[in-house]
Protein backbone atom coordinates (compact mmCIF):
# COMPACT_ATOMS: atom_id res chain seq x y z
CA UNK A 1 0.00 0.00 0.00
CA UNK A 2 0.93 3.20 -1.22
CA UNK A 3 1.14 5.90 1.49
CA UNK A 4 2.15 8.69 -0.59
CA UNK A 5 0.62 8.85 -4.18
CA UNK A 6 2.53 10.73 -7.07
CA UNK A 7 1.83 11.69 -10.27
CA UNK A 8 2.23 12.03 -12.77
CA UNK A 9 4.78 9.21 -13.50
CA UNK A 10 6.50 11.02 -16.44
CA UNK A 11 6.85 14.88 -17.63
CA UNK A 12 8.17 16.88 -20.24
CA UNK A 13 8.30 20.23 -20.23
CA UNK A 14 9.47 22.90 -22.68
CA UNK A 15 12.51 25.49 -21.52
CA UNK A 16 10.98 28.16 -19.69
CA UNK A 17 7.59 26.48 -18.69
CA UNK A 18 6.39 25.22 -15.26
CA UNK A 19 6.90 21.85 -14.21
CA UNK A 20 4.11 20.62 -11.83
CA UNK A 21 4.29 17.35 -9.84
CA UNK A 22 1.80 16.69 -7.46
CA UNK A 23 1.47 14.04 -4.33
CA UNK A 24 -1.47 13.40 -1.99
CA UNK A 25 -1.20 11.18 1.18
CA UNK A 26 -4.09 9.92 3.74
CA UNK A 27 -2.24 9.91 7.37
CA UNK A 28 -2.99 12.64 9.38
CA UNK A 29 -0.15 11.84 11.57
CA UNK A 30 2.83 13.38 8.97
CA UNK A 31 4.64 16.17 10.12
CA UNK A 32 6.82 16.59 7.39
CA UNK A 33 7.08 16.57 3.95
CA UNK A 34 10.14 17.07 1.27
CA UNK A 35 10.65 16.58 -2.27
CA UNK A 36 13.86 14.84 -3.34
CA UNK A 37 16.00 15.11 -6.88
CA UNK A 38 17.38 12.51 -7.96
CA UNK A 39 19.94 12.71 -10.83
CA UNK A 40 20.97 9.34 -12.74
CA UNK A 41 23.60 7.69 -10.80
CA UNK A 42 23.35 9.45 -8.22
CA UNK A 43 21.37 9.41 -4.29
CA UNK A 44 18.64 11.61 -4.17
CA UNK A 45 19.09 15.00 -2.55
CA UNK A 46 17.04 17.02 -0.91
CA UNK A 47 15.43 20.14 -2.91
CA UNK A 48 13.21 21.72 -0.82
CA UNK A 49 10.61 20.38 2.09
CA UNK A 50 7.48 22.24 4.29
CA UNK A 51 5.52 21.38 7.50
CA UNK A 52 1.29 21.63 7.64
CA UNK A 53 1.64 24.31 9.37
CA UNK A 54 2.60 26.38 6.11
CA UNK A 55 0.63 26.56 2.69
CA UNK A 56 3.88 27.48 0.80
CA UNK A 57 7.04 27.52 0.39
CA UNK A 58 9.40 29.01 -1.99
CA UNK A 59 13.28 28.43 -2.24
CA UNK A 60 14.30 30.25 -5.78
CA UNK A 61 12.71 28.92 -8.79
CA UNK A 62 11.23 25.80 -6.36
CA UNK A 63 7.73 26.05 -4.84
CA UNK A 64 5.91 23.55 -2.63
CA UNK A 65 1.94 24.22 -2.72
CA UNK A 66 0.70 22.95 0.60
CA UNK A 67 -3.02 21.99 0.91
CA UNK A 68 -3.84 19.92 4.30
CA UNK A 69 -7.93 19.51 3.80
CA UNK A 70 -7.01 18.25 0.81
CA UNK A 71 -4.17 15.90 1.98
CA UNK A 72 -2.08 17.08 -1.23
CA UNK A 73 1.08 18.69 -1.93
CA UNK A 74 2.66 19.59 -4.87
CA UNK A 75 6.02 20.80 -6.77
CA UNK A 76 6.43 23.93 -9.02
CA UNK A 77 9.26 24.23 -10.69
CA UNK A 78 9.75 27.62 -12.47
CA UNK A 79 11.23 28.59 -15.35
CA UNK A 80 12.12 25.02 -15.97
CA UNK A 81 15.72 24.47 -17.26
CA UNK A 82 17.79 21.78 -18.79
CA UNK A 83 19.82 21.14 -16.28
CA UNK A 84 16.84 20.42 -13.49
CA UNK A 85 15.85 16.89 -16.00
CA UNK A 86 15.87 14.18 -13.29
CA UNK A 87 13.33 12.25 -10.91
CA UNK A 88 12.06 13.97 -8.00
CA UNK A 89 10.39 12.14 -5.43
CA UNK A 90 8.09 13.71 -2.73
CA UNK A 91 8.40 12.06 0.72
CA UNK A 92 6.10 12.04 3.97
CA UNK A 93 7.77 11.75 7.35
CA UNK A 94 5.56 10.77 10.45
CA UNK A 95 7.70 8.42 13.64
CA UNK A 96 11.47 8.71 12.48
CA UNK A 97 10.11 7.10 8.94
CA UNK A 98 10.50 8.50 5.31
CA UNK A 99 7.16 7.44 3.08
CA UNK A 100 8.20 8.29 -0.79
CA UNK A 101 5.99 8.50 -3.55
CA UNK A 102 6.85 6.14 -6.57
CA UNK A 103 8.80 9.64 -8.10
CA UNK A 104 7.94 11.72 -11.37
CA UNK A 105 11.09 11.99 -14.32
CA UNK A 106 10.88 15.04 -15.17
CA UNK A 107 12.45 16.34 -18.95
CA UNK A 108 12.93 19.65 -20.17
CA UNK A 109 13.57 20.04 -23.55
CA UNK A 110 15.57 22.93 -24.58
CA UNK B 1 32.48 16.49 4.65
CA UNK B 2 32.93 13.66 2.97
CA UNK B 3 28.90 12.40 2.20
CA UNK B 4 27.69 8.94 2.89
CA UNK B 5 29.66 5.96 0.98
CA UNK B 6 28.34 2.76 -0.06
CA UNK B 7 30.11 -0.12 -1.45
CA UNK B 8 30.42 -1.97 -3.33
CA UNK B 9 28.45 -0.41 -6.13
CA UNK B 10 27.24 -2.80 -8.18
CA UNK B 11 27.04 -6.57 -7.60
CA UNK B 12 25.74 -9.56 -9.32
CA UNK B 13 24.47 -12.57 -7.79
CA UNK B 14 22.47 -15.58 -8.38
CA UNK B 15 19.47 -16.78 -6.90
CA UNK B 16 20.03 -18.42 -3.86
CA UNK B 17 23.07 -16.88 -2.54
CA UNK B 18 23.16 -13.76 -0.07
CA UNK B 19 24.92 -10.42 -0.10
CA UNK B 20 26.29 -7.34 2.24
CA UNK B 21 25.93 -4.27 1.57
CA UNK B 22 28.16 -1.78 3.62
CA UNK B 23 27.43 2.09 4.38
CA UNK B 24 29.31 4.87 5.99
CA UNK B 25 27.76 7.55 6.93
CA UNK B 26 28.75 10.89 7.60
CA UNK B 27 30.89 11.71 10.06
CA UNK B 28 28.58 12.54 13.67
CA UNK B 29 25.79 11.22 11.65
CA UNK B 30 24.01 8.57 14.60
CA UNK B 31 20.71 7.55 11.89
CA UNK B 32 21.47 5.28 9.04
CA UNK B 33 18.53 4.39 7.21
CA UNK B 34 18.25 1.96 4.04
CA UNK B 35 15.81 1.94 1.02
CA UNK B 36 15.38 -0.40 -1.98
CA UNK B 37 14.87 1.93 -5.02
CA UNK B 38 12.89 0.01 -8.51
CA UNK B 39 11.41 1.25 -11.27
CA UNK B 40 7.65 1.93 -10.29
CA UNK B 41 7.67 1.20 -6.65
CA UNK B 42 10.03 4.86 -5.48
CA UNK B 43 12.24 3.83 -2.62
CA UNK B 44 10.90 1.40 -0.14
CA UNK B 45 12.12 1.80 3.61
CA UNK B 46 13.76 -1.40 4.79
CA UNK B 47 15.22 -0.16 8.19
CA UNK B 48 16.98 2.63 10.35
CA UNK B 49 18.53 2.45 12.69
CA UNK B 50 20.22 4.76 15.63
CA UNK B 51 22.94 4.35 17.82
CA UNK B 52 23.16 0.49 16.62
CA UNK B 53 19.46 0.21 17.45
CA UNK B 54 17.09 -0.81 15.34
CA UNK B 55 14.77 2.35 15.72
CA UNK B 56 11.94 1.32 12.44
CA UNK B 57 11.52 -1.81 9.92
CA UNK B 58 9.53 -1.45 6.67
CA UNK B 59 7.45 -4.30 5.34
CA UNK B 60 10.21 -6.66 3.97
CA UNK B 61 11.01 -10.36 4.64
CA UNK B 62 13.14 -11.45 7.47
CA UNK B 63 15.52 -12.43 4.51
CA UNK B 64 16.44 -8.95 4.59
CA UNK B 65 18.41 -7.83 7.95
CA UNK B 66 20.91 -5.34 8.90
CA UNK B 67 22.75 -3.65 11.50
CA UNK B 68 25.09 -0.59 12.92
CA UNK B 69 28.05 -0.73 14.31
CA UNK B 70 29.43 1.71 17.33
CA UNK B 71 31.38 3.75 14.70
CA UNK B 72 27.91 4.77 12.80
CA UNK B 73 28.72 2.44 9.74
CA UNK B 74 26.00 0.09 9.14
CA UNK B 75 25.65 -3.03 6.98
CA UNK B 76 22.44 -4.85 5.25
CA UNK B 77 22.08 -8.63 4.39
CA UNK B 78 20.02 -10.17 2.10
CA UNK B 79 19.98 -13.90 2.21
CA UNK B 80 18.40 -16.64 -0.24
CA UNK B 81 18.64 -14.24 -3.20
CA UNK B 82 15.14 -13.84 -5.09
CA UNK B 83 14.99 -12.19 -8.72
CA UNK B 84 12.67 -9.77 -7.54
CA UNK B 85 15.68 -8.43 -5.32
CA UNK B 86 17.51 -6.90 -7.83
CA UNK B 87 17.30 -3.22 -7.37
CA UNK B 88 19.72 -0.28 -6.16
CA UNK B 89 19.75 -0.17 -2.76
CA UNK B 90 20.12 2.98 -0.76
CA UNK B 91 21.63 4.08 2.25
CA UNK B 92 20.89 7.33 3.80
CA UNK B 93 22.44 9.32 6.87
CA UNK B 94 20.98 11.69 9.43
CA UNK B 95 22.04 14.22 11.83
CA UNK B 96 18.61 13.64 13.04
CA UNK B 97 17.27 17.08 12.18
CA UNK B 98 14.72 15.25 9.19
CA UNK B 99 16.76 15.55 6.49
CA UNK B 100 18.44 12.28 4.88
CA UNK B 101 22.05 11.86 3.17
CA UNK B 102 22.06 9.68 0.50
CA UNK B 103 24.91 7.83 -0.66
CA UNK B 104 24.89 6.78 -4.31
CA UNK B 105 23.58 3.13 -3.46
CA UNK B 106 24.64 -0.37 -4.56
CA UNK B 107 22.75 -1.71 -7.73
CA UNK B 108 22.69 -5.55 -6.54
CA UNK B 109 21.49 -7.65 -9.94
CA UNK B 110 20.14 -11.28 -9.18
CA UNK B 111 20.76 -13.74 -12.11
Known amino acids: QQQVKQSPQSLIVQKGGISIINCAYE??????FPWYQQFPGKGPALLIA?????SEKKEGRFTISFNKSAKQFSLHIMDSQPGDSATYFC?????????FGTGTSLTVIP | KAGVTQTPRYLIKTRGQQVTLSCSPI?????VSWYQQTPGQGLQFLFE???????NKGNFPGRFSGRQFSNSRSEMNVSTLELGDSALYLC??????????FGEGSRLTVL
Open chain 2, 92 to 101: ASSPGHLELF
Open chain 1, 27 to 32: NTAFDY
Open chain 1, 50 to 54: IRPDV
Open chain 1, 91 to 99: AAHTGNQFY
Open chain 2, 27 to 31: SGHRS
Open chain 2, 49 to 55: YFSETQR
